[in-house]
């Protein structure tokens, strides 16, 4: 099968909103998750939080490495962490790390060389799947995760620990809206496809080496039927058990990883076969 090149008009610049931040406090969670963040954005940590009392040998490793860092220490009763952690599991470690900062579209449009790998989540209001589906798109080499400004989780501690600090290292954009944003993208050369179980083409079946934003929606309603109608392609994952769908971390990160295998495949000399999307 070929695949035929997609020509569309692109206008100049992009939309481009204010660049807001969350003005809660971000934090991490976990000895592990703590260290992964002092590790790899040392300058964006503001404190590092560890209970009193006896340490184990993962929390006094915890300390050396944000002295290390230079990072601000503080002992503290497991209480605090609770409080702080609204219910996220601690262990007796955390950190704050620097608020959220939200690009707008047109930052991400306007980088050099171009983003090709974008996701959009689409009412997704729960913050464990937010955080979660944010780590898949770290995993998976995703360029940016694009969130409405209504109707979204935000980037609470909860959220924070199920993506494993990823969003403390994500490039997050915040949109004023899922329609007008895939309108946006198409007219700049992206593929706009969303991800539902009712679409006839496997996910499988995409190339997904081109320009490409992917959207997911919620578990319970799905992608929202305006959006939906915004996606050139609608792809699918097979349900050949009793289990009706997938966690929607789960499923965009089967996905998200495909594109990962095709990429790969393109590198070297077995590439995939093109497909035609016309």
């Not at 996220?88 to 620097?98: L, T």
């Not at 899922?178 to 309108?183: D, K, P």
Request: aromatic letters at 4%.
């Amino acid at each position: 099968m070929t695949r035929q090149e997609k020509r569309r008009p692109a206008r100049e610049g992009g939309p481009r909103d204010e660049v807001r931040e969350e003005r809660a406090a971000t934090w991490v969670f976990g000895p592990a998750r703590v260290e992964e963040t002092l590790q790899g954005i040392p300058n964006q940590v503001r404190r590092v939080l560890v209970r009193t009392g006896r340490l184990q040998s993962r929390h006094q490793a915890l300390l050396k490495i944000a002295r290390a860092r230079g990072a601000p220490l503080q002992r503290v009763p497991n209480q605090v962490l609770d409080r702080i952690s609204e219910g996220a599991r601690h262990q007796g470690a955390a950190c704050e790390v620097s608020p959220v900062r939200w690009l707008a579209l047109g930052d991400v449009l306007s980088l050099d060389p171009k983003p090709s790998r974008l996701l959009l989540l689409d009412r997704i209001e729960d913050p464990r799947n937010f955080g979660a589906l944010v780590r898949a798109a770290d995993g998976a080499g995703v360029d940016a995760v694009l969130v409405p400004r209504r109707g979204a989780a935000p980037p609470s501690p909860v959220a924070i620990a199920a993506s494993a600090g990823a969003i403390a290292r994500a490039r997050l954009v915040r949109i004023p809206g899922a329609a007008s944003a895939l309108r946006a993208l198409r007219a700049h050369g992206y593929w706009t496809v969303g991800l539902t179980p009712r679409a006839k083409v496997p996910w499988h079946e995409f190339d997904w080496t081109q320009p490409t934003v992917l959207v997911v929606g919620s578990e319970g309603r799905g992608l929202a039927a305006g959006v939906s109608k915004e996606c050139e392609v609608l792809v699918s994952l097979p349900q050949l058990g009793s289990v009706r769908s997938l966690n929607v971390s789960v499923a965009a990160g089967i996905v998200l990883y495909e594109g990962v295998r095709q990429r790969a495949g393109r590198s070297g000399d077995g590439a995939p076969d093109d497909v035609d999307h016309s």
